[in-house]
């Protein structure tokens, strides 16, 4: 078994809590974007379907720069990948006010902002945990700092909506941009991690590379179906913040009511990231999966068949949130039981790239569907039937390390 570090209570709490806080930032950047659409809409007129474009690139490139920062972070320390993702984030936001092409957006926050926010996020700070703490309590851990990208989400969308009603969005979005370059002095606990000589040891003692480490990940039927549910995970929840304002739009309700639903998932998503980190100690983590992904599609199917009002979005907000980011702990977990943490960045990052190039389309296709029928009943429906899959394909999965894995 891989020995961790033998850090104290005190510093191993120091390391969660900055890995909580960074993604607190980051999260909360990301999962407010789309309080900026319709604003952004009015200012340039370039159109929901040019703006749900560049924002899909954005789900995209967030979830393909993941495993490339992961590799990074593997090789040269994590620390160096949060301060530069600050940067790329903070500029990125920064120049979209300026930006009125659609060439412009793409490039501000599909492209800068997006891999900036991916620097700091999910495979990177899980990954580097990981590495700081023994198995017992990695689960826990997990939990708890996605709970604090669910807290950035309930923080930062009544606030985005707040500023953006009393100043516009252009003080909101550089209120967000500055706020980023907070996660550079949080990166600092983050350099503690395995030692030198404990980290040589594991490497030797199973001589298996990044490269062979990937190509034996990628041939693992439990680590591809892993990939197929996150898929899954991703259309629905970049569907969702994208497009979750231009819904309570179409149903007379104000700008407000997508504010506060977006923060309830934020602080519903709390109770199960957390509730997901401790159950993924004491059960099977692929059952915890299951369960995750078919609620979605009862909760989506009740719905579309309840009345449109603001409590109706607020209850469905809540139910959500429950599981809304709460399928990272255990996925997250699951690709350690198969692979170790040695490389736990860069593999559970390329699981990221797959739950993002479901967001990808979650976003892209939702404009093309207000577009097109001038409502969302056809994702509301895709999203039902990708939910009931992604909870099927989860059950196969093999909880079990994969041979010539390193030891989790």
Same mark, same amino acid.
């Given at each position: 078994?891989?020995?961790?570090?033998?850090?104290?209570?005190?510093?191993?709490?120091?390391?969660?809590?900055?890995?909580?806080?960074?993604?607190?930032?980051?999260?909360?950047?990301?999962?407010?974007?789309?309080?900026? @659409?319709?604003? @952004?809409?009015?200012?340039?007129?370039?159109?929901?379907?040019?703006?749900?474009?560049?924002?899909?690139?954005?789900?995209?490139?967030?979830?393909?720069?993941?495993?490339?920062?992961?590799?990074?972070?593997?090789?040269?320390?994590?620390?160096?990948?949060?301060?530069?993702?600050?940067?790329?984030?903070?500029? =990125?936001?920064?120049?979209?006010?300026?930006? &009125?092409?659609?060439?412009?957006?793409?490039?501000?926050?599909?492209?800068?902002?997006?891999?900036? *926010?991916?620097?700091?996020?999910?495979?990177?700070?899980?990954?580097?945990?990981?590495?700081?703490?023994?198995?017992?309590?990695?689960?826990?851990?997990?939990?708890?700092i996605n709970a604090g990208g669910s807290l950035g989400q309930f923080v930062f969308a009544p606030l985005m909506q707040l500023i953006?009603?009393?100043?516009?969005?252009?003080?909101?979005?550089?209120?967000?941009?500055?706020?980023?370059?907070?996660?550079?002095?949080?990166?600092?606990?983050?350099?503690?991690?395995?030692?030198?000589?404990?980290?040589?040891?594991?490497?030797?003692?199973?001589?298996?590379?990044? =490269?062979?480490?990937?190509?034996?990940?990628l041939r693992d039927r439990s680590y591809l179906c892993l990939h197929a549910g996150f898929f899954t995970c991703g259309f629905h929840? *970049?569907?969702?913040?994208?497009?979750?304002?231009?819904?309570?739009?179409?149903?007379?309700?104000?700008? &407000?009511?997508?504010?506060?639903?977006?923060?309830?998932?934020?602080?519903?998503?709390?109770?199960?990231?957390?509730?997901?980190?401790?159950?993924? &100690?004491?059960?099977?983590?692929?059952?915890?999966?299951?369960?995750?992904?078919?609620?979605?599609?009862?909760?989506?199917?009740?719905?579309?068949?309840?009345?449109?009002?603001?409590?109706?979005?607020?209850?469905?907000?809540?139910?959500?949130?429950?599981?809304?980011?709460?399928?990272?702990?255990?996925?997250?977990?699951?690709?350690?039981?198969?692979?170790?943490?040695?490389?736990?960045?860069?593999?559970?990052?390329?699981?990221?790239?797959?739950?993002?190039?479901?967001?990808?389309?979650?976003?892209?296709? =939702?404009?093309?569907?207000?577009?097109?029928?001038?409502?969302?009943?056809?994702?509301?429906?895709?999203?039902?039937?990708?939910?009931? *899959?992604?909870?099927?394909?989860?059950?196969?999965?093999?909880?079990?390390?994969? =041979?010539?894995?390193?030891?989790?």
């Open positions: 078994m891989q020995t961790p570090t033998e850090l104290s209570p005190r510093a191993a709490w120091g390391v969660m809590i900055a890995a909580a806080a960074i993604l607190m930032i980051t999260m909360g950047a990301r999962l407010t974007t789309g309080l900026f @659409i319709s604003p @952004i809409n009015t200012s340039t007129g370039l159109g929901i379907v040019s703006i749900s474009f560049a924002f899909a690139i954005g789900q995209f490139v967030w979830g393909a720069a993941q495993p490339v920062f992961g590799v990074v972070a593997d090789k040269y320390g994590t620390p160096k990948v949060i301060i530069a993702g600050a940067i790329m984030l903070a500029v =990125g936001m920064a120049m979209t006010p300026f930006m &009125s092409s659609q060439w412009g957006l793409l490039l501000s926050m599909g492209l800068l902002s997006a891999a900036g *926010a991916g620097a700091g996020s999910f495979s990177i700070l899980i990954g580097a945990t990981a590495q700081s703490l023994p198995p017992q309590r990695r689960a826990f851990a997990a939990g708890f953006i009603t009393s100043a516009g969005w252009v003080a909101a979005m550089l209120t967000m941009a500055a706020t980023t370059l907070l996660t550079i002095p949080l990166a600092w606990p983050l350099r503690k991690k395995a030692t030198a000589s404990v980290q040589k040891a594991a490497v030797s003692l199973t001589e298996v590379k990044l =490269g062979q480490q990937v190509r034996l990940a929840i *970049a569907f969702l913040v994208t497009h979750l304002p231009g819904e309570v739009a179409l149903c007379s309700l104000s700008a &407000s009511v997508s504010a506060t639903a977006l923060a309830l998932i934020g602080l519903f998503n709390i109770v199960g990231s957390l509730s997901a980190g401790a159950l993924g &100690s004491r059960y099977r983590m692929k059952y915890l999966l299951v369960g995750m992904y078919a609620s979605r599609a009862v909760i989506v199917a009740i719905y579309l068949m309840a009345p449109k009002n603001a409590w109706t979005f607020y209850i469905f907000a809540a139910a959500l949130g429950l599981t809304w980011l709460a399928t990272v702990p255990p996925t997250a977990g699951l690709v350690s039981k198969l692979f170790g943490t040695r490389y736990l960045a860069t593999l559970f990052g390329l699981t990221l790239l797959s739950h993002q190039i479901g967001g990808f389309f979650g976003a892209w296709l =939702g404009g093309l569907a207000i577009s097109r029928f001038g409502n969302y009943n056809w994702m509301w429906y895709a999203d039902i039937v990708l939910a009931l *899959a992604a909870a099927l394909v989860n059950l196969p999965i093999r909880e079990a390390p994969v =041979g010539s894995a390193l030891p989790a």
